[in-house]
């Protein structure tokens, strides 16, 4: 029996895998990464369709089930690791995995800030973490969808039903595309003051972000931004579309003073740090002993990347 510890919820129609594959950009020429590949269902499809994949499962008992299993495949590479530590490539590569639910959260960090990303990433996760990352038009946009628009595109594909699973989960699934864009949308050497400007303006207790951002930008130029880009100056952070982030954004640059630019400087860091303390203690204390915690914090401290 394999550890519960990296216990996963399985695919079970190798048939629906082979449609979601045909539905994706990956083709014959494509190197692809299969993470947390677990009994080799999404590994198998993929081995038919592309050049090479990379199948990566940490649990010792379940990799060593896929060696056996792909033995005879010479386009299948299957490693014994914890995607977490393991490297990406450094040529281009695509995914297409089942991830581990518990760990989403550090598994998207390493992919949507890997100095080389995929070009495509198709990831089974549960729904609202897709819909939290894709934003609008799922959902509201959230920091962390706005935070990664500039470089990637968010799609949700196709969305589960439970018994596709097995064990049957408690929580609905979808597939989520992320596709890295061809051309940014914020240069690359921007990106740290980006993530700082949008984050200074969710994490701020202000009620809107007239109050959050007039006293950069200037109370006269908030509001004529808010009219040229049509949004109510009393909007909450939620309330913007990442368009409206970006026009913002381009403002901040580009007619604010640099002493002034300064005030936004290690936001993202900063909440960044704190979110790893929160997973910490989730870890080591228990989560209702922690969620019991987190009620005492401010509100932008509760939600996250909300």
Not at 7 to 14: A, G
Not at 22 to 30: G, H
Not at 213 to 240: Q, V
Not at 242 to 251: A, M, N, R, S
Request: aromatic content about 10%; proline content about 6%; some cysteine.
């Amino acid at each position: 029996m394999f550890n519960i510890s990296h216990s996963q919820n399985f695919l079970t129609s190798s048939a629906l895998v082979r449609a979601l594959v045909q539905r994706s950009s990956i083709t014959r020429e494509d190197f692809v990464l299969d993470i947390g590949a677990g009994k080799g269902i999404i590994t198998q499809e993929l081995s038919f369709r592309c050049k090479r994949v990379e199948a990566i499962e940490k649990d010792p008992h379940l990799c060593h089930e896929l060696k056996g299993q792909f033995a005879g495949c010479p386009n299948v590479n299957v490693h014994c690791a914890d995607f977490l530590t393991h490297p990406l490539p450094e040529h281009p590569y695509k995914i297409f995995a089942n991830i581990p639910y518990t760990i989403t959260a550090a598994i998207m960090r390493k992919l949507l800030d890997a100095a080389n990303p995929s070009t495509d990433a198709y990831l089974i996760m549960q729904k609202e973490a897709a819909q939290k990352y894709a934003g609008r038009p799922y959902c509201r946009e959230t920091l962390i969808s706005i935070i990664h628009k500039p470089w990637f595109e968010f799609r949700i594909l196709h969305a589960f039903k439970r018994r596709d699973f097995s064990p049957v989960p408690a929580i609905t699934s979808v597939l989520l595309d992320i596709r890295k864009r061809k051309r940014p949308l914020v240069p690359l050497e921007a990106k740290i003051c980006y993530r700082d400007f949008t984050t200074y303006g969710f994490v701020s207790n202000k009620p809107s972000l007239k109050k959050t951002y007039s006293p950069i930008l200037g109370y006269e130029r908030f509001k004529r931004l808010a009219r040229d880009l049509r949004f109510s100056t009393n909007a909450k952070p939620t309330e913007l579309l990442f368009e409206q982030w970006l026009g913002l954004f381009t403002d901040f640059v580009t007619a604010v003073p640099k002493l002034k630019q300064q005030r936004v400087r290690g936001a993202w860091l900063a909440l960044t740090k704190q979110q790893d303390r929160i997973t910490k203690q989730h870890r080591s204390s228990g989560a209702r002993k922690n969620a019991h915690r987190t009620q005492n914090l401010p509100p932008f401290r509760r939600r996250e990347f909300a």
